[in-house]
């Protein structure tokens, strides 16, 4: 088993401690030394062995807990990690030529069921951005989307007739956090008519909502043509 000299990486600590837990020394449950033993033991500053502890505990190997220490895991609990590129990324990707078109784009209360799914306060406004996306002619993505004008008041003044609403908020607004749904919805008339399916057959559905710094930023449901893949790595 490799043991870290003198100057060690965090690299170095990752990989020992990997070793420790792969091998039993280190069994399901165990309580790892402390970070200042840990530093000791391997002759290097607590920061770096806080950056190989945390980065096992992002990758699922260990849990840490403020002041109860850090323990092996009994199964790695493992991320899904999602690419989610624009739109025109994964159409030119595919080698086909991009194409926006805007639907309709209008400013309206929030309907209940939006504000009941967004926790929004009373009477809230929002930007309700209907459009789609093609590979060349055939249908790509229907999108329909929400934008909080409250979060976003820029949002206002935007012009989506050449460029998408998930383009120009990439461009303007940060998020902090972001929650995705993935389904098959039964496509409706509206659906059917842009994807150019029949009404009523299943289609890859995705819904996603942003937040910036706990305020709501925008609700988009996703609809794709028939053939979309989406891919992840675990």
């Known amino acids: ?3 870290p000299s003198e100057n060690t990486s965090y690299k170095d600590i990752k990989q020992t401690v990997l070793d420790r837990i792969r091998s039993g020394e280190w069994r399901p449950e165990t309580l790892l030394p402390n970070e200042q ?4 033991e391997f002759s290097c500053t607590r920061t770096t062995v806080n950056r190989a502890l945390r980065e096992l505990a992002d990758e ?14 009994a199964a790695p609990q ?14 030119e990707a595919l080698g086909g030529t991009y194409r926006y078109a805007l ?3 209008e400013t309206i209360p929030a309907p209940e069921w939006l504000s009941a799914r967004l926790a929004l306060k009373a009477d809230p406004r929002v930007l309700h951005v209907r459009c ?6 055939t249908p790509f993505q229907y999108e329909d989307r929400w934008i909080v004008i409250e979060s976003v008041p820029q949002v206002e003044q935007a012009d989506f007739t050449e460029t998408g ?5 990439v461009q303007t607004v940060p998020f902090t956090n972001v929650e995705l749904t993935f389904m098959a919805s039964r496509a409706d008339s509206t659906v059917a008519g842009f994807l150019d399916v029949p009404e009523g057959e299943p289609v890859f559905t995705a819904e996603r909502i942003t937040w910036l710094q706990g305020q709501p930023v925008t609700f988009a449901k996703l609809y794709f043509a028939t053939g979309y893949r989406m891919t992840t790595q675990i």
């Open 60 to 73: 699922g190997f260990l849990e840490r807990r403020r002041k109860a220490g850090t323990r092996v895991l």
């Open 37 to 40: 033993e840990l530093a000791v």
């Open 165 to 169: 609403p998930n383009d120009w908020l």
């Open 1 to 3: 088993m490799t043991q």
């Open 78 to 91: 493992r991320q899904a990690r999602f690419t989610i590129p624009l739109v025109r990324d994964e159409v």
């Open 132 to 137: 789609m996306h093609y590979s060349g002619n």
């Open 103 to 105: 639907v309709s784009s």
